[in-house]
């Protein structure tokens, strides 16, 4: 009788991951899109995202930029996530030490900060701008590529479909989003999943 065949090593994902994140638009408001490399604790690149928002603020882009991250760090089950960014504005709201008084700002924000504190640890330091020319070349890819291929995740060792993240209200028993929207691709299919955030002001 032959030996059992061994079993395949169980699929591996680090824990801790650290995000290098940039958004950007081409005029403000103007064509927008974002990049995210994200990397394991030892510096290895495990993934690369990268998606062009259509018309958005560069603000906006940066906040979808670190929105992309968190969600990929929860679909991940990763505990702890480091980020960095060449957007002063939004390290600082995120670390408390400004105030969001942007009306377009302010529901991604409250999102960001609703899926960091799933988290066991997160933080968020600002970085110089050459310091993220990875991030930085994906977002400048995605404003590129535009209508062409409006959403797209580049290829790397352990690539997974991009998750699009945006808001909506219910209105008259039907769910509304909100813009910012990403781009969706015409006929195709996708799974939403709701969480209430509580009592929209939209009428």
């Not at 699009?164 to 996708?190: C, I, M, N, T, W």
Request: charged share 25%; with cysteine; proline share 8%.
């Amino acid at each position: 009788m032959k030996p059992p065949m061994p079993s395949p090593p169980s699929p591996f994902f680090p824990t801790e991951l650290v995000a290098y994140i940039d958004g950007g638009s081409r005029g403000n408001p103007g064509p927008a899109g974002f990049g995210v490399v994200l990397q394991d604790a030892k510096g290895h690149t495990v993934d690369t995202l990268a998606e062009f928002l259509g018309e958005a603020t560069n603000n906006v882009a940066e906040y979808r930029a670190l929105l992309a991250a968190l969600e990929y760090a929860a679909e991940k089950k990763c505990r702890r996530l480091k980020v960095y960014c060449d957007s002063e504005l939004i390290a600082r709201q995120m670390q408390g030490r400004y105030r969001v008084k942007s009306p377009d700002l302010k529901p991604l924000y409250q999102r960001a900060q609703q899926l960091s504190s799933l988290l066991e640890h997160f933080a968020i330091e600002h970085i110089p701008r050459e310091k993220n020319h990875l991030a930085d070349r994906l977002a400048n890819e995605a404003m590129d590529r535009g209508q062409t291929s409006s959403v797209f995740s580049v290829p790397s060792a352990s690539s997974v479909p991009s998750v699009h993240s945006f808001l909506a209200v219910v209105q008259k028993g039907r769910l509304k989003p909100l813009s910012p929207l990403p781009d969706l691709e015409e006929g195709a299919e996708y799974e939403v999943r709701a969480r209430k955030r509580g009592k929209s002001s939209v009428e």
